[in-house]
């Protein structure tokens, strides 16, 4: 089956432009969440789904940053003026979710995003 | 802060012999440990995990040892293949949804 797809794969941008990043996740995962790697630095998580309950955004670095998901499936995650320092790989990643516990996350290849 | 460290960035093993991983922790609240592997332009892939009231989880050539009492977990790798090379990120959760990763380290085993 497919895995969680995400687009566009490389993004360069003007510092000051909004972007928009979308994730597809595995169908049936009702949990979505979006991370992102700057050169060097581990994952970091930015905002969490979690089938229709309100999203947990504590990972947000500030409010330029916001994320959508539509339906419990589609995700976009949008950047408003970006700056440089959000240059990174943004990464998404879903799972079954729900109560039973923790979840194994399946991850999309990630959104390289370049700004200029 | 970083809750969940990895302090080598990098390790080089030669095939067949053993490799591991080292990942650090600061929260006692973690109870959910994770490995992911990732190979370059590749999202990363669960590898193994381990929760924490358990102290070792085996799966073929991976073993993951979690020493609470020293908030520290391990990945052994034997023997270790050129396949595996990769960089290994460990990853922990407690009560929360958020899942904190490590910085993660990159294994070349040599052939």
């Not at chain 1, 959000?86 to 290849?109: H, I, K, R, T, W």
């Amino acid at each position: 089956g497919a895995g969680v797809s995400q687009s566009p794969s490389n993004k360069v941008t003007e510092k000051g432009k909004d972007v928009e990043l979308r994730c597809d996740p595995i169908s049936g995962h009702t949990a979505l969440y979006w991370y992102r790697q700057s050169l060097g630095q581990g994952l970091e998580f930015l905002i969490y789904f979690q089938g229709n309950s309100a999203p947990d955004k504590s990972g947000l670095p500030s409010d330029r940053f916001s994320a959508e998901r539509t339906g419990g499936s589609v995700s976009t995650l949008t950047i408003q003026r970006t700056q440089q320092e959000d240059s990174a790989v943004y990464l998404c990643a879903s799972s079954l979710g729900g109560p039973s516990g923790y979840n194994e996350q399946f991850f999309g290849p990630g959104t390289r995003l370049t700004v200029l | 802060d970083q809750q969940v460290k990895q302090n080598s960035p990098s390790l080089s093993v030669q095939e067949g012999r053993i490799s591991i991983l080292n990942c650090d922790y600061t929260n006692s609240m973690f109870d959910y440990f994770l490995w992911y592997k990732k190979y370059p332009a590749e999202g990363p892939t669960f590898l193994i995990s381990i929760s924490s009231i358990k102290d070792k989880n085996e799966d073929g050539r991976f073993t993951v040892f979690l020493n609470k009492s020293a908030k520290h977990l391990s990945l052994h790798i034997v023997p270790s293949q050129p396949g595996d090379s990769a960089v290994y990120f460990c990853a922990a959760s407690g009560t929360g949804n958020q899942f904190y990763f490590g910085t993660g380290t990159s294994l070349t085993v040599i052939p």
